[in-house]
């Protein structure tokens, strides 16, 4: 396996563990540029921007939970 390949499988699983709560059930190599994850084909690079909107989606609702706490701390403080 490329490290290249390795990097993009490996940044996939982590921003999927960290928005999902679980591993990735169904992902496998078919060779240097395509994988297929959730039974679908896909090349390397969509798996990076797949993973990238996901990183996206991941820091969106982080951000949003943040807000949610810091206007209850400031609504308790009040």
Same mark, same amino acid.
């Given at each position: 396996m490329s490290s290249s390949l390795r990097v993009v499988i490996q940044n996939?699983?982590?921003?999927y563990r960290k928005l999902y709560q679980r591993t990735?059930?169904?992902l496998k190599i078919l060779d240097r540029n395509w994988v297929i994850v959730n039974g679908v084909r896909l090349r390397l690079s969509d798996l990076e921007d797949v993973t990238h909107h996901m990183r996206q989606e991941y820091e969106q609702a982080t951000a949003r939970? %943040?807000?949610i706490i810091? %206007?209850?701390l400031d609504w308790f403080k009040g």
């Open positions: 996939y699983v982590e921003i990735p059930t169904d939970k %943040r807000s810091l %206007r209850l």
